[in-house]
């Protein structure tokens, strides 16, 4: 190793290969690498789980109030037949 290899490993902090105009070392690809998968996990624990965990709260309290609709749809739908049901009885009733 020539003192021209041993400063610029120095420089950059371990091992590098110097190709002329091309420079490549080792630590770079390396931090990048560690820096994007805390970046993943990190992300993930504070954006992406909270965010989903809210649209699936969101979609059973949508789910939960279309059921609730539906149900209380029969039931308006029941009640109306019953109140026609008796408004028929009384007009009978009153004609006779």
Do not use: C
């Amino acid at each position: 190793m020539d003192f021209k290899q041993a400063i610029i490993e120095n420089a950059w902090g371990g091992f590098s290969m110097d190709y002329g105009l091309l420079h490549l070392q080792l630590a770079t690809p390396l931090t990048v690498l560690v820096f994007i998968l805390i970046m993943i996990f990190l992300l993930n624990k504070l954006l992406f789980q909270p965010v989903l965990r809210t649209l699936d709260q969101r979609k059973e309290s949508i789910q939960g109030s279309i059921k609730q609709s539906e149900r209380l749809s029969k039931e308006l739908e029941r009640m109306k037949m019953d109140f026609q049901q008796k408004l028929d009885e009384t007009r009978k009733n009153v004609l006779d």
